[in-house]
């Protein structure tokens, strides 16, 4: 539905950063066996979208304003290549749209916007 074309547009952009071309050789071992629990909070925010579209579409902004930071930052480097504390951002980016979506999967380390904007800190 046209209503959820915010979801759309933020859930392709997450897939496609999480799955580049060469997704085996930019992606640390350690991050690619969290990719199960990753699109399991992807499956769990599209069971819920259609009673929250209203609060999707506000978290939607604010992951999206995290991920413009990152982008630019980045300025097209794949991940391997970019400084570790910007890597970490990423994950910690990741982190937190399990954190918003579906809490209940649990997170791979403590995250929360705060904990974002101090890390960005140090990219």
Not at 36 to 64: C, F, M, N, V, Y
Not at 95 to 115: D, I, M, N
């Amino acid at each position: 539905p046209l209503a959820w074309a915010h979801a759309h547009r933020d859930l392709k952009q997450q897939l496609g950063q999480l799955f580049p071309d060469d997704v085996l050789l930019q992606v640390p071992w350690a991050w690619l066996q969290e990719y199960p629990r990753l699109l399991g909070a992807i499956d769990h925010r599209l069971d819920k979208l259609g009673g929250q579209i209203g609060k999707d579409r506000t978290l939607s902004a604010e992951l999206e304003a995290y991920s413009k930071q990152h982008e630019t930052r980045a300025a097209g480097a794949p991940l391997w290549k970019q400084p570790e504390p910007l890597q970490r951002f990423f994950w910690m980016l990741q982190e937190y749209r399990v954190s918003l979506f579906a809490q209940q999967l649990g997170t791979k380390l403590p995250v929360s916007a705060k904990r974002l904007n101090k890390q960005w800190e140090l990219c």
